[in-house]
């Protein structure tokens, strides 16, 4: 037990688990009253953990940890397969290390190649607008405190190795929390071949508040 919390306290202070609960409970559709209620606390409680007034001693964050690996286990498994049986040119990245968790039937077709780099390490090949975000060290802190929502660019590569024929395509990146995870799902496609390069938007959670 005594191991189990070193590492749980550990993983706390590297990923900042109370930033990272409100995209947490949005992404899980768990209200602030719903995870009070499972943890035996009052919803100020866990209003204090996500602003930071507060954190949960030992037992609490356990828990914590516990009830968000349990219910995030649940939806990675159901959006990996999701992204696994479509047809659309999808797949989806962890954010550490920008590693290929799984693809699409589609984006097996377009970028075979690509597809079997299985969980290399692509964070530093990354180039263009995909490097943009990924290589800057704010956004990626943002990104793991579960700020970023949405990101809409248009590209005609994302990694500088020799494989597959680049080509001008419209991506869209969602970031998904998984517990102490977080996930990027990319789904790609075309566009007009006079579509300029570049970022669309970017969207951060706080945002969406005003959609």
């Not at 949405?150 to 500088?160: F, G, K, L, P």
Request: include cysteine.
């Amino acid at each position: 037990m005594r191991e189990s919390w070193d590492e749980s306290a550990k993983m706390f202070q590297e990923t900042d688990i109370c930033r990272m609960l409100p995209a947490w409970r949005k992404a899980s559709g768990i209200k602030q009253a719903v995870l009070a209620e499972t943890l035996g606390v009052t919803q100020t409680v866990i209003s204090n953990w996500e602003t930071g007034k507060d954190k949960p001693g030992r037992r609490l964050m356990l828990r914590l940890i516990d009830a968000m690996s349990s219910t995030s286990c649940q939806r990675l498994n159901i959006d990996r397969l999701a992204i696994k049986t479509s047809s659309s040119v999808r797949a989806a990245f962890d954010l550490d290390g920008v590693r290929l968790v799984t693809t699409s039937e589609g984006l097996r077709k377009a970028w075979p190649s690509f597809a079997k780099l299985g969980t290399a390490r692509l964070h530093d090949h990354l180039v263009d607008e995909a490097s943009l975000f990924l290589h800057d060290v704010d956004f990626v802190k943002s990104a793991r405190r579960g700020e970023v929502a949405v990101i809409t660019a248009v590209s005609n590569r994302h990694v500088d190795l020799e494989m597959d024929t680049p080509f001008l395509h419209r991506w869209t990146a969602v970031f998904r929390a998984y517990g102490t995870a977080m996930h990027i799902d990319m789904t790609y496609e075309p566009c007009a071949p006079d579509a300029k390069k570049g970022v669309e938007q970017a969207v951060m959670f706080d945002d969406l508040a005003s959609v």
